[in-house]
């Protein structure tokens, strides 16, 4: 039985087809570790190697395990089919590389991840795809900077660690016009904010994140919205527009829909070119163990989000905190995208400045007991960074700036424990970062 409900706390106990194990009546999802599976005829195998049945070949491309989890992530996200990948840097890269080769190039925010940022600027660069950086608080920046090999617009929701939130409606909109698809990678609000209601075409994830929520298994997610005409400017999108030599001469963008009834050519490739190729695949006890946390994502989510609040509120009143960032606290066209696209759920991350600069951020984090020093973000634990130093040391002071990274920024990412304990132990961080100005001062 497939529900029929639109509410995120059922979707994500029974969104999708799974119902229980057919064989066995369990109601868990099994783990399926296999690597194979037995075709039942000739006619069989040949129809799933064509695309005419869509069912399992091999556990680099499909499992069923991971299928439990690609069908929730769809249903909770509003989307039409979900690709599960072996993390979220497998899942950006994918995003990109499914529309554009050597010789193309995207227009990406500069508000995003530092470890995409190294992916955009070095990697896929050497890979002969060019990124081009715009700021977007100016949404027409992504205009002035395409050209007639611009193959897709991309961004964070709610960007780390910069925590500004991007404008996706007016962007996706002057992406349609052109014929570019916008994705968005929406790993820091899930079910806070539904990119493909504002028009975006593919949706990321890193389900390492927010969604798994316990910091036991890494994963990602491509998601498409099946609301992309792949076709319409066929000379934009020459991926889903010319013969892909690798099926038979097809022209994706037209034999997916006609063959499978959907427009679902985007996710049909990069799971049967891409994952098929460059092997990316999420194991199976990993998507199991995402499963669980995306079973409590709804509940864990409105923990999170109040808890942020409440320390949001007293870090903005401390006297050893120069300057607090969050949603909340954003002032004009960033507050109103806050408002509009977060629906008054502002995230968990929040960005601090700590009085006396490096050594005062550095005396708080190493002075902090109950928050984790690490380099991750969603986890229910609550936890604590100074990215300049970790996560964002490897762009130049230039490009962490652009990112929203100062040499003194610590970056807080709330988790769900009682929030007085998590005050209680800010209050010995900053305790810590005011010995630290004394020391210096003297």
Not at 105 to 131: E, K, M, P
Not at 190 to 198: E, I, M, T
Not at 228 to 248: A, I, L, V
Not at 340 to 350: E, R
């Amino acid at each position: 039985m497939t529900t029929t409900s639109k509410h995120p706390e059922t979707l994500a106990l029974h969104g999708g087809s799974y119902r229980k194990d057919t064989t066995t009546n369990a109601v868990a999802v099994p783990i399926y570790q296999t690597t194979s599976y037995e075709f039942n005829s000739v006619e069989h195998a040949s129809n799933l190697f064509s695309l005419k049945d869509l069912g399992n070949i091999y556990s680099r491309i499909m499992n069923p395990t991971n299928a439990v989890l690609e069908e929730r992530l769809a249903a909770i996200e509003g989307g039409a089919v979900a690709l599960a990948l072996s993390s979220g840097q497998a899942a950006s890269a994918f995003s990109i590389q499914n529309v554009a080769q050597a010789g193309d190039n995207i227009v990406c925010s500069t508000d995003i991840y530092g470890g995409t940022w190294n992916l955009f600027n070095n990697t896929l660069r050497a890979q002969g795809i060019d990124v081009r950086f715009a700021d977007p608080s100016d949404p027409e920046n992504f205009r002035k900077l395409t050209d007639d090999k611009t193959r897709a617009f991309y961004a964070e929701t709610l960007p780390n660690p910069k925590l500004t939130v991007f404008p996706i409606e007016e962007v996706a909109n002057i992406g349609r016009s052109l014929g570019i698809p916008l994705i968005v990678d929406n790993t820091a609000a899930p079910l806070s904010c539904k990119p493909f209601d504002y028009g975006a075409a593919v949706v990321v994830h890193s389900l390492t994140k927010w969604i798994g929520g316990h910091g036991t298994s890494v994963g990602g997610a491509i998601i498409d919205g099946a609301n992309f005409d792949w076709t319409k400017f066929p000379e934009r999108q020459p991926n889903f527009n010319q013969p892909d030599p690798s099926y038979w001469g097809w022209v994706l963008g037209k034999v997916v829909p006609e063959v499978l009834g959907a427009n679902i050519a985007y996710a049909v490739r990069a799971r049967f070119v891409l994952l098929r190729d460059l092997g990316s695949a999420i194991s199976p006890n990993n998507a199991f163990n995402i499963i669980q946390g995306l079973e409590t994502l709804p509940l864990r989510i409105k923990q999170h989000n109040s808890n942020a609040l409440e320390v949001a509120e007293f870090l903005k009143g401390h006297d050893q905190v120069s300057k607090v960032t969050f949603p909340k606290f954003a002032e004009g066209k960033a507050k109103e995208n806050a408002d509009k696209y977060l629906n008054d759920n502002y995230g968990s991350m929040i960005g601090i400045e700590v009085k006396n600069g490096v050594e005062g951020g550095k005396a708080f984090i190493d002075a902090l007991q109950l928050h984790y020093h690490v380099a991750n973000i969603g986890d229910s634990r609550s936890l604590a960074i100074h990215p300049a130093s970790t996560t964002h040391s490897q762009l130049s002071a230039e490009e962490q700036l652009k990112a929203g990274v100062t040499p003194g920024y610590v970056r807080l990412c709330v988790g769900i424990e009682h929030v007085e304990d998590i005050i209680e132990d800010l209050k010995i961080g900053l305790d810590a970062a005011s010995k630290a100005t004394t020391t210096a001062a003297a």
